[in-house]
């Protein structure tokens, strides 16, 4: 039997049954492409959200705004049926009360008090098993061998007991669902990090890895025990795990970690036994003295079990100069912008001379507008130019590292790697290929536009990515140039993608002798 305790309210201060800075980016490269999460539903298996939450489930928006497909199951759904849909998710959270071998998906409100049959027996184990399964559309087998259990509860509530029930879902259950797929399960619950007690495969992280949890996240002592956690310990937890695993894009490696990415996160005050510590909404403290000790064993860790090397992205970024918003992609060490720049310079210029395709292909810009008159580099040097604070024009080692990263065959497979997969790649036959935009980069066809030689009228030249680069071109000096970065598309006929650098001049105004060009701006963050 297990204590749960409550506060006045009847909310929930525990989650479990009893003894049965910004944050560093881990980056990806292309050879890292089967690490993404890339399916992008989310299950909130939430039974208690009334008494663990009292309001609606607080992290949804946080999910949707990252474009994932968010169901939370609550009181009225949660059930062995909604268990069974698990492998349709990519991202699993269990908020909900749990055990060291089990997790509750509902508690009876309805009263067992040593019930009996009509002839004053007892009823067996068994028979008790039976009679609670059918009204709970519970399969009777997994009721009485143990997958599921039916454990009795005793909670306090304004210092009143009553005993109720409620049905876990066991290790043993969970080893004989269907596989998962690259499946990350966040057991945010009591329990839930106990590996310490019989057969190493004996508890519910090795039951989740062994139909394909990649990456499963518990509270833990150092020594594998576990125990009770406070509700505010698991929202907080909650709150940096999401934050950083969906929002910012960390790895799963990094996301369950304090801000320095080092430490894990700890839950002193509960791990000590006793101590009161401050809680959110309406309550003000927690009184943990009808907790379990932790006999010395430390703090109660949140700790990572599994890959570490899973994640979902690399976020986004608000231009605070116009609210812009782009996608990122880490690629290599540097984390680039997965969207062509927007600002709206002077002097900039819409590609295909169309305003409408702003959104889809940024802006074009020649060199003297993109670098802010700040001129050209060399070596590792940057310059800010025409991007925001915080980022650069990337230079060419740059543009070599990123494709050194990506490890193509050919710099035909390169060009395939960084387009994105956009139909407005016309007539690309390359659109289905595995391999496109594994890199994230999502290159789109901007095209680019020029003026001849003596200032002529601008000419827009529609399709292919063309990017301004800052590092100066040595092999031409008169006029000065910098390098730039050119994806062709493939054409079905016979024209191969290909990614390579080309020119672009430093300053065709003063030289009526060369013509003046307008390309793409891709900005790298300053590390």
Not at 258 to 276: H, M
Not at 349 to 355: E, I, S, W, Y
């Amino acid at each position: 039997m297990t204590v749960v305790v409550r506060d006045a309210n009847g909310m929930a201060l525990t989650r479990g049954g009893g003894g049965g800075g910004r944050l560093k980016k881990f980056r990806l490269s292309a050879a890292d492409d089967e690490y993404a999460i890339g399916n992008k539903k989310v299950m909130v298996f939430a039974p208690y959200l009334d008494q663990l939450y009292k309001s609606p489930y607080p992290f949804k928006a946080l999910l949707e705004s990252e474009q994932l497909e968010v169901n939370v199951v609550t009181e009225a759904n949660a059930d062995l049926a909604a268990v069974n849909t698990f492998p349709d998710y990519g991202l699993i959270i269990l908020n909900t009360h749990g055990s060291p071998n089990s997790f509750a998906i509902k508690t009876k409100v309805e009263e067992f008090d040593a019930p009996k049959l009509p002839d004053n027996r007892a009823y067996t184990e068994d028979e008790l098993k039976t009679l609670l399964a059918l009204p709970n559309n519970l399969p009777l087998e997994s009721v009485l061998n143990g997958d599921i259990e039916l454990t009795a509860y005793l909670y306090e509530s304004n210092q009143e007991l009553a005993y109720v029930y409620s049905i876990n879902v066991t290790e043993n259950y969970i080893r004989k669902m269907p596989h998962l797929n690259k499946a990350v399960v966040f057991a945010n619950h009591c329990w839930s990090g106990f590996t310490y007690k019989g057969p190493a495969e004996s508890n519910l992280m090795e039951a989740w890895k062994s139909i394909g949890a990649v990456t499963y996240y518990g509270y833990a002592f150092d020594n594998g025990r576990s125990m009770k956690v406070s509700n505010v310990y698991c929202k907080r937890m909650e709150d940096s795990l999401l934050t950083n695993l969906v929002k910012n894009g960390d790895s799963t490696g990094i996301s369950h970690l304090a801000a320095d990415a080092i430490n894990q996160y700890q839950d002193v005050d509960l791990s000590q036994g006793g101590n009161p510590v401050e809680v959110v909404a309406d309550l003000t403290k927690i009184d943990y003295l009808n907790l379990v000790p932790n006999k010395g064993y430390g703090p109660l860790y949140f700790k990572l079990f599994g890959s570490d090397r899973y994640k979902y992205g690399c976020g986004t970024f608000t231009d605070p100069r116009d609210t812009n918003v782009y996608k990122l992609a880490c690629i290599g060490d540097n984390t680039w912008m997965a969207e062509n720049l927007r600002y709206n310079a002077s002097g900039s210029l819409f590609a295909h001379n169309d305003p409408s395709t702003v959104k889809d292909y940024g802006r074009l810009y020649n060199y003297p507008i993109a670098s802010m008159g700040q001129g050209s580099t060399t070596g590792t040097q940057t310059i800010q130019g025409i991007c925001p604070n915080g980022w650069h024009i990337p230079n060419k080692l740059e543009w070599d590292n990123l494709e050194s990263a990506l490890n193509a065959a050919d710099l035909a497979e390169l060009a395939i790697m960084l387009q994105s997969p956009s139909p407005l790649w016309v007539a690309d036959p390359e659109l289905a290929n595995p391999k496109r935009n594994s890199s994230g980069f999502s290159a789109m066809p901007a095209g680019n536009a020029s003026k001849t030689s003596g200032g002529a009228a601008l000419q827009y030249n529609n399709g292919n990515a063309y990017f301004v680069l800052s590092t100066k071109n040595p092999g031409i000096v008169s006029p000065e140039s910098v390098y730039s970065a050119y994806i062709q598309q493939a054409k079905a006929g016979g024209q191969s993608a290909i990614a390579r650098t080309g020119s672009q001049w430093v300053n065709p105004a003063g030289t009526p002798s060369v013509g003046d060009s307008y390309y793409s701006c891709r900005c790298v963050q300053n590390k």
